[in-house]
C-alpha cells in the first residue's frame, strides 16, 4: 500500500499546484495537466503494469463508451440549470473552470483531452487507484475511498462547483468499475469523450 499512497500524495500535489489560486497563476496549466497526466500514468504502469492488458477498442466498447459520455453530459448540462437557479454564486465558478482555456486552440485541447488528459485520470484513478483499494478494502468500500480521494484532490480549487463535478464524475465512473470492471475501456472512452465534449465541443455555459 506504500507506493499507492505515495501515488495520492503525488496527484494530491500536483491537483493543488494546479488549481490552488495561491500557486495555480504560477504555472501553465494544460502544460501542468499533460507532464500530470504522463507522470501518474507512468506510477500507474510502473506498480500496476497490468491495466494495459484490460484494453479492447471494440465497436462494442467504443459505442458504450460514447454512450456513457453522452448521459453525463446531460446529467452536468441539468446539473448546470438547477445550480446557476439555486445559487448565485454557481455561474462564476462555471466561467472561472471554462477561463482556464482561453487562449489555447480548440483543436489542441480536443487532442490533449482525448489522448491524454482523459485516458490517463481513467488510468490512474480506476484502472490502479481503485482496483487497489477495492483489492484491499472490498468493492465497496474500495469505491467510495477511491471516489472520495478524486473528489478531495480537487478541494484546493476553493470552487464548490468544480468539486461538486469531480464528486458526481468519480461516482459515475467509480461505480461503473465496481460494477462492471470488464468493461474499463469503455469507461475510459467515456472520460476522454467527456473531457472533450464539456470543455471544448459543447460546453456547459
Known amino acids: 500500500m506504500k507506493k499507492l499512497y505515495f501515488a495520492l500524495l503525488t496527484a494530491l500535489v500536483l491537483w493543488t499546484l494546479m488549481f490552488c489560486p495561491l500557486t495555480a497563476p504560477r504555472f501553465n496549466f494544460w502544460e501542468m495537466m499533460a507532464g500530470s497526466a504522463l507522470l501518474l500514468t507512468g506510477l500507474a504502469t510502473l506498480f500496476a503494469p497490468a491495466w494495459w492488458e484490460r484494453l479492447q477498442f471494440t465497436p462494442r466498447n467504443i459505442l458504450l463508451g460514447l454512450g456513457i459520455a453522452l448521459v453525463l453530459w446531460c446529467v452536468f448540462w441539468l446539473g448546470e440549470l438547477i445550480s446557476t437557479w439555486m ?28 489522448l491524454l488528459i482523459g485516458p490517463a485520470e481513467e488510468i490512474f484513478w480506476r484502472g490502479y487507484v481503485q482496483e487497489r483499494l477495492q ?70 455555459m
Open 135 to 204: 483489492k484491499k478494502f472490498g468493492l465497496n468500500k474500495g469505491f467510495l475511498l477511491a471516489t472520495a480521494a478524486y473528489t478531495l484532490v480537487h478541494v484546493a480549487s476553493c470552487n464548490f462547483i468544480l468539486v461538486m463535478a469531480a464528486l458526481v464524475c468519480g461516482l459515475a465512473w467509480g461505480l461503473l468499475y465496481r460494477l462492471f470492471p470488464n468493461n474499463f475501456t469503455a469507461i475510459v472512452i467515456s472520460h476522454a469523450v467527456w473531457d472533450a465534449a464539456v470543455f471544448v465541443w459543447f460546453p456547459i
Open 87 to 114: 445559487f448565485a454564486f454557481a455561474r462564476p465558478q462555471v466561467d472561472s473552470i471554462y477561463g482556464i482555456k482561453e487562449g489555447f486552440s480548440p483543436w489542441t485541447l480536443s487532442l490533449l483531452l482525448l
